[in-house]
């Protein structure tokens, strides 16, 4: 059977640019240029005509520009996958791309085997999401019924300490929930020093700057454009790119933004960063579990003895805020300088949910390569113990049949919730 080929119209009012593009991408056998366009109106009028795979789009063009165009597209094509192009390659521009609904953005001149890598990637990207929407359309109402009746948890990896190993712990937990007809999102909600798009390899186009502008009124679009998948199929929303473009996400919609993505997924992750503010406090109200990742040190336990505080000021149950200890070396128990994992479980009147061995070389290979630690020897430590950890909270959260209640509780008026820095500093 001859292989399908990938239809491209390409639009921009350089007449040169064009016919640079049409002869490059005449020398993939899998590619077919099924038509050009000088401006936004006419690559409109053809792309409805022709049905392209791809639109290669300028984003300056004098009747239309590529925004505009794109916008409309994505109403009157949308299984065109649009590429947006520029000389341009500032934030601004791509922000400005992605919000219209283009899949990815170049930097003209595209070097040659990055155009031909986006134009098959976006083309496959379309053909996915082609298969689900008409999944969806044949069946919109058994979907939507299924959309209310899931049930998200959201799990927040906290630790007061830095360099607990908590983006590990974050990006592998979220890598090990991960099971057939299971969806799972990581968030990096480190904003200014975020690492989870590193430790996984990752190159985003946007980050959780594009989505936060948007979060009174998210597009599924752009929500799929911004979310990152990885190879394992886990979907990622990254921490802004640089430290100061942090201030463009304000902390008080980040719990929001999460709130409107439950829907969508079976598990959120939530990487966090070390501070306590009312981001963090709005996160923690909202999790199922809090796993408190710590390790085996006297500042750690300091910090964690603080920590467990915070939490029983904030009257949650004790299942909610789970130890996590990570870096644990096999002597530990013998060893006389560190502390004992039993002397942990002691002082903060916590039994350890978890204990992750330490083995940085493992780690730093994982790292490095931008896969999970679980993706490889998961009967080894550490992926066996970061697996087994992932197995207890499933368990942990399944539904379980309630006892039916006593007269006394049925008669008991409900306590109202206090606000979280009521709670926090005691007030009602």
């Known amino acids: 059977m001859a292989e399908k ?8 009012d350089i007449p040169e640019a064009r016919e640079r593009l049409q002869k490059l991408l005449a020398f993939e056998s899998d590619f077919e240029v099924v038509g ?21 789009m300028d984003i300056n063009m004098p009747d239309m520009d590529g925004i505009s165009a794109a916008s409309e597209l994505r109403r009157s ?12 390659g500032e934030a601004e521009y791509i922000r400005r791309a992605l919000q219209a609904g283009a899949r990815d953005f170049l930097t003209k001149p595209p070097p ?14 379309m053909r996915s999401l082609s298969v689900l929407v008409a999944q969806s359309e044949r069946d919109e109402k058994r979907k939507l019924e299924v959309q209310e009746d899931r ?18 712990i974050a990006t592998n937990l979220a890598a090990a929930l991960m099971r057939e007809g299971t969806r799972v999102l990581l968030v990096d909600c480190d904003l200014q020093f975020g690492d989870v798009g590193v430790f996984l390899n990752l190159k985003p186009q946007a980050t959780i700057v594009e989505l936060i502008k948007s979060v009174d009124d998210l597009d599924t679009d752009l929500v799929n454009n911004v979310l990152v998948a990885h190879d394992s199929g886990l979907r990622v929303l990254t921490a802004p790119l640089r430290p100061e473009d942090a201030e463009y996400v304000p902390t008080a919609k980040v719990p929001l933004l999460i709130e409107k993505l439950r829907g969508l997924f079976d598990y959120i992750v939530v990487d966090m960063n070390s501070r306590v503010d009312e981001m963090a406090l709005a996160l923690f109200d909202m999790a199922s579990r809090i796993l408190l990742v710590l390790n085996p040190t006297l500042p750690a336990l300091k910090n964690g003895l603080a920590a467990m505080s915070l ?7 004790e299942e909610k805020t789970q130890l996590v200890l990570n870096r644990v070396t096999p002597d530990l128990e013998r060893s006389k300088v560190a ?4 002397a942990f479980e002691q002082k903060l009147r916590r039994k350890a949910f978890a204990v992750i061995p330490m083995d940085e070389k493992k780690v730093l290979f994982a790292v490095n390569r931008g896969i999970s630690i679980v993706a490889k020897d998961r009967n080894q430590s550490p992926a066996r113990e970061l697996i087994a950890m992932a197995d207890s909270l499933i368990a942990s959260l399944a539904p ?12 008991a008026p409900a306590k109202q919730p206090a606000s979280r820095l009521g709670r926090l500093f005691g007030g009602g």
């Open 339 to 342: 502390i004992a994992i039993s």
């Open 400 to 411: 379980k049949e309630e006892a039916p209640a006593s007269s006394q509780q049925l008669q």
């Open 151 to 168: 049930t998200t948890h959201v799990i927040a990896v906290y630790s007061p300490q830095g360099g607990a190993g908590k983006t590990t």
């Open 311 to 317: 939490m029983d000021s904030l009257e949650y149950p």
């Open 5 to 12: 080929k990938i239809k491209i119209l390409i639009v921009d």
């Open 112 to 125: 040659t085997d990055e155009l031909y890598a986006t134009v098959r990637r976006v083309a496959e990207d």
């Open 77 to 88: 094509v949308p299984t065109a996958g649009v590429i947006m192009m520029s000389v341009q």
């Open 36 to 56: 050009m366009a000088s401006g936004g109106n006419e690559g409109i009028a053809l792309a409805r005509e022709y049905l392209p795979d791809i639109v290669l």
